[in-house]
């Protein structure tokens, strides 16, 4: 709905810009690497003066998003949100939904992003209060990605000297499952007794699963959670590896809407979904965690591959609502530089948003 130019609600513009952030290393999952943040920085501004900030992290390995599909969509939707009242946000939201945002999660996440941070600075309230101020604390892990076994052992030494407890490991593709166990065996050697999430990406097969299975339980490994290793459409797969391991699994790629989740849980395909804001928006994402929750499933948060901003936010939205048993907000500490000012604390691997006194508290450095 259109409003008259006095609303101090009224959304005044809608900018965004390339957003390049160099990493140490490519960050490599079963389908690719990522030889660096190639995102987009999303600002809205209020017609009182509020400004917001998103953030668009496309990962073409994971949903073949790119950053010219981010920077398109966003443009579209320019013109259609400009002029709108940015106080019902939802049906704002919508309305860039239609306009591009449906065709490019992550940019509909970026708009979403900066809008609520928009409106909430305006408000004066943190966004971990917005979602529902359940919490302010959350624990990650942090990721061992796809490469050597020698390179994952020191991967994992290094994680646990910055006191981070539960391990994440890439696995799946091309070199198949012995690769997979050799890489794992070596954290643990290097990490014993770390909580161990075996991420697949959509990219192993069910013989490649299998295989897995077979070695993990040869070595006495048991996994806290398989996370999407399978094909996303294979949910007759994920109900058979969840049966026959009896091991704790997590839909990531399958769960993209809570229309996705009824069809896991009916499918009794996992016994957890990662939420992952960058898939459609987080007005998205709020219809996940509503039917997951109905349906008896657990909550996982995550993301791409993200700035302190868009891992932020994602704290927030986990830390507001409460009950998120798995969090992968590890991304800013890959990054070679921070381009932003705020966000969350860490203390190893505790997350702690407490300290946010409006939007997501980030801002980028002048």
């Known amino acids: 709905m259109l409003v008259r130019v006095s609303s101090p609600t009224l959304l005044r ?3 965004f810009s390339p957003l390049d952030i160099p990493l140490f290393v490519p960050f490599g999952i079963s ?3 990522q030889p660096e943040a190639a995102n987009v920085l999303a600002r809205v501004e209020l017609a009182d003066g509020a400004v917001g900030y998103g953030e668009a992290a496309p ?3 994971y949903n073949g998003e790119t950053q010219a599909d981010a920077l398109r969509a966003l443009g579209t939707m ?5 002029g709108r009242d940015a106080a019902d946000w939802l049906s704002l939201a919508a309305v860039a939904r239609a306009a591009g945002g449906a065709e490019v999660g992550s940019a509909q996440c970026a708009f979403e992003m900066a809008l609520l941070d928009a409106l909430t600075r305006q408000r004066g309230q943190p966004l971990w209060r917005f979602f529902g101020g359940a919490s302010t604390t959350l624990e990650t892990d942090m990721t061992v990605t796809t490469g050597t076994a020698a390179q994952a052992a020191a991967d994992a030494k290094a994680i646990r000297a910055r006191g981070i407890r539960q391990i994440k490991v890439k696995v799946g593709g091309p070199k198949g499952p012995a690769h997979d166990l050799e890489r794992i065996t070596a954290i643990l050697e290097a990490a014993p007794g770390s909580p161990l999430i075996l991420d697949g990406n959509a990219g192993v097969t069910r013989e490649h699963a299998r295989e897995l299975v077979r070695g993990l339980r040869a070595a006495r490994i048991t996994p806290a959670l398989l996370e999407q290793w399978l094909a996303k459409d294979d949910l007759d797969g994920m109900r058979a590896l969840r049966e026959e391991t009896g091991w704790t699994v997590a839909a990531d790629e399958s769960a993209c809407s809570g229309e996705d989740v009824a069809r896991i849980a009916d499918a009794r395909a996992a016994d957890c979904v990662n939420i992952k804001l960058m898939k459609a928006g987080v007005t998205a994402a709020l219809g996940i965690v509503r039917v997951a929750r109905e349906r008896g499933l657990g909550l996982m948060i995550g993301g791409n591959v993200e700035s302190i901003l868009a891992m ?3 704290a927030c939205f986990a830390c507001g609502h409460g009950g998120f048993r798995f969090a992968d907000l590890d991304t800013p500490w890959f990054l070679a530089e921070n381009p932003f000012e705020g966000g969350y604390e860490a203390k ?3 997350l702690s948003v407490a300290r946010i006194a409006a939007g997501h508290g980030v801002v980028p450095r002048r």
Do not use: H, N
Not at 78 to 82: D, E, L, T
């Open 31 to 33: 389908g690719g690497a």
């Open 312 to 314: 932020t936010f994602s």
């Open 13 to 15: 513009d809608l900018s």
């Open 59 to 61: 990962l073409p390995p």
């Open 348 to 350: 190893g691997g505790m």
């Open 78 to 82: 320019r013109g259609a949100v400009i």
